[in-house]
């Protein structure tokens, strides 16, 4: 009994770090240079509705998402999108006053900022459950090494973009098999004090 209680502890704790590590993924997807490369963004359009209290804008985009931090975006064929988008913009706040109308926001970096997380949010609950399939999984197998396959491959596309994630992740295998060819040496013993 003693014994199962243990086992189901471990698969719990191993849960629990799968989904943690899904929501860094997610979280570090969030950072320019490593979660996306952004191109180019431009507003082409901006008409408020004041009585409505929203805008319809345009902007002209080109980001390109890490595949390693948004696998749902590629599978989706939306890995680098480059184009023109319409969305609906809310005003930042209301003046003060019974009569006044919304704030919209000088344009700049406020409404660029708030096109991006547009950009980067739109599915950002299926691509969470696609990392956690992905650091469950690696869970599961119990070789949490594998982990530095996807380090590489986040690290490489920031510094190389795609053919940079390919090197990385092709590293970070070669890395993984050589820890698993020799699991008794120091760079082993050390990685495996620090997660398990």
């Not at 943690?20 to 963004?41: K, Q, R, S, W």
């Not at 890490?66 to 023109?84: A, E, Q």
């Not at 003046?95 to 700049?108: C, D, I, T, V």
Request: proline share 3%.
């Amino acid at each position: 009994m003693y014994e199962a209680r243990v086992r189901f502890a471990q698969r719990f704790v191993r849960f629990g770090v799968a989904i943690l590590l899904a929501l860094g993924l997610l979280l570090l997807g969030l950072f320019e240079g490593v979660g996306y490369h952004l191109y180019f963004i431009r507003e082409t359009s901006f008409i408020p509705h004041n009585q409505l209290g929203y805008a319809d804008a345009s902007f002209s985009i080109d980001l390109m998402y890490n595949p390693v931090l948004y696998p749902l975006y590629w599978l989706m064929g939306n890995g680098h999108i480059n184009g023109t988008y319409s969305t609906i913009y809310l005003p930042e706040g209301y003046g003060a006053g019974e009569f006044s109308g919304p704030r919209w926001g000088l344009w700049g970096k406020e409404r660029q900022d708030a096109y991006i997380i547009q950009m980067l949010s739109w599915g950002s609950l299926l691509n969470l459950l696609f990392l956690a399939i992905i650091t469950v999984s690696i869970e599961i197998v119990g070789k949490r090494c594998l982990y530095l396959v996807l380090g590489f491959g986040i690290f490489g596309f920031a510094a190389f973009e795609l053919v940079g994630m390919a090197v990385g992740m092709v590293l970070g295998s070669v890395a993984v098999a050589s820890l698993l060819r020799r699991p008794d040496n120091v760079v082993f013993r050390f990685w495996r004090s620090l997660w398990e």
